[in-house]
């Protein structure tokens, strides 16, 4: 107790001095506590980013490891080249097991639903057809026959591949059709009219798991064709003209702009979204198991389709462990599992976790140069109030207790400053937080700005061109819909995190306080060495 009084009197006594080390301290306290307030904002908003994240994947084929497997590039690690493997690619063999493998069934994606980390499981079939003389797609920009030409270009263009549905290398033709048709499992799989992208204006969405054949066409279609609900629409298989099937439209939706209303413009119809049309899983399949009861024997003719399953999971632990747990239950190793979600997820925290570096540094600067600053003071310090040391160790006092008084000076001054720092910081950090924040996503912007603009494209065009999307492994993820789905949404640009509410909690004090211990023990060090040394008689028989 002696000590602290002592400590509070000599405090009092050198009040320009502590007031100095205060501020310095402050300001170290206030920068440091803004820095620790930037990083643990950084961990909050993943942390609840994560629990309120809608976490779905699909499964793909892994033609990465295939072209590997018959003598492709193995990709370097670290950042390092791609090499080359022992002898060249085997370009025939890798289109014969492309040409010859066939997509997941059904049943397989059921069986891997079954896993206890799926929360749900639903899944959609596509396939494309054409449209009558009284039913025609919606098109801006080539005549009809110009339109049916360029059908007849791309369909030689792309080969069907020969041995049916089901086939993932050539047996998925893109341009096969006018229309657009999706089978949905459920009202789950209708992810558009969840999320409010698409809503229905006129009459109603198909019953749940029906198989009847009823549809919902979008408010562009049906007025473009003259439709309204209670119509029937025909269409017509594009391998085989007189194989018609007919759709009772007992809806009509609105759909908000996608960038297939760009493609459009380029005579890809079946790709522009007006030119979908939504029925039941049941009601889509029915329609591709008649196409082949009619078509012949080969099947080149039947109807071409598409399944694709989405598995979703309620948070990020569940789908990591599905990651391995679907293996266990039969996929094979040529597949894998991507989610897109979470490729958004680490997209959109990119400007904060540049931030949250950066104030890492700062950090790190700001407390080695304080501390520097701190030890000078303290060497002044002590060798001002070297004849005090010498008469309280003549005294009797040891020297370590005065070293320790010392310390607890500093101490003292240094905690107060530190919690002032934390209030000061407390109050400033979200502010200051938010407008750096907003700098570095301008930032980030203008960089993908700059990027495409150097490419001489608009944003939106190069978003076009861009490469396919990839999952965390680097692997391409195939979104839902089919190959012409990859083409991006004009107005879907990455949406980043811009903005925090709360940084300051009970960590960042812990943290600030540690801080001020550690400042305490780095200048009180300095303190007992040079008391340490000092020698009473010697200090006041020399006194100056």
Known sequence: ????????????????????????????????????????????????????LSITASLSYDRQALMQDFGGMNRG?????????????????????????????????ETYASASTVKDFYYTLTAYLNGTDDFQAVSNSLSDTENTTQTENQNAGFPMGQGGMGKMGGGMAMNTGDFTLIGYSSDTAMTDFANGSAAIVE??????????????????????NELCVGDEITLVNPFKEDEEYNLNVVGVYEKASEAGD????????????????????????SIADSSLGVSNEDNTSALRSSLNATYTFADVDAYEAFCEEVYTLGLDDNYTVSSSDISAFEQ????????????????????????????????????ERKYEIGVLTAMGMKKGKVALQFVTEIFLVTICAVILGIVIG??????????????????????????????????????????????????????QGGFMNRMPDMQSMTEYVTQINS????????????????????????????????????ILSNRD
């Open 503 to 538: 940084a300051m909690n009970l960590t960042v004090v812990f943290q600030m306080l540690l801080i001020a211990v550690c400042l305490t023990l780095v200048s009180g060090a300095v303190s007992m060495l040079f008391v340490m040394r000092y020698e009473p008689l010697r």
């Open 77 to 109: 690690e670290n950042g390092q080249p791609p090499e080359k493997n022992n002898g060249e690619f085997d370009r025939d063999s890798f289109k014969d097991m492309m040409g010859e493998m066939e997509s997941l069934s059904l049943e397989e994606y």
């Open 348 to 383: 959109s925290l990119i400007p904060l976790e540049t931030l949250s570096t950066m104030a890492f540094y700062f950090l790190l600067v700001i407390l080695i140069i304080g501390a520097v600053i701190l030890v000078v003071l303290n060497i002044f310090n002590i060798r």
């Open 426 to 479: 407390g109050v400033s950090a979200v502010p200051v937080t938010n407008a750096l924040l907003e700098n570095q996503t301008t930032a980030q912007s203008q960089q993908s700005n700059r990027i495409a603009e150097n490419f001489g494209r608009e944003n939106s065009m190069g978003e076009m061109m861009a490469p396919p999307n990839m999952d965390n492994s680097g692997k391409q993820q195939v979104p």
């Open 1 to 52: 107790m002696y000590i602290i009084k002592n400590a509070l009197r000599c405090i009092g006594r050198s009040v320009g001095r502590n007031v100095l080390i205060g501020i310095i301290v402050l300001v170290i306290a206030v920068s440091s506590c803004i820095g620790l307030s930037i990083r643990q904002a950084s961990v909050n908003a993943r942390k609840e980013t994560l629990e309120g």
């Open 262 to 285: 760009m493609s459009s413009q380029f005579g890809f119809t079946m790709s522009d979204p007006a030119n979908e049309i939504y029925l039941s899983y049941n009601a889509l399949q």
């Open 203 to 224: 009459g109603a969405v198909f019953a749940e798991g029906t198989s009847d054949f009823d549809c919902i066409i979008s408010e562009e279609l049906a007025t473009y």
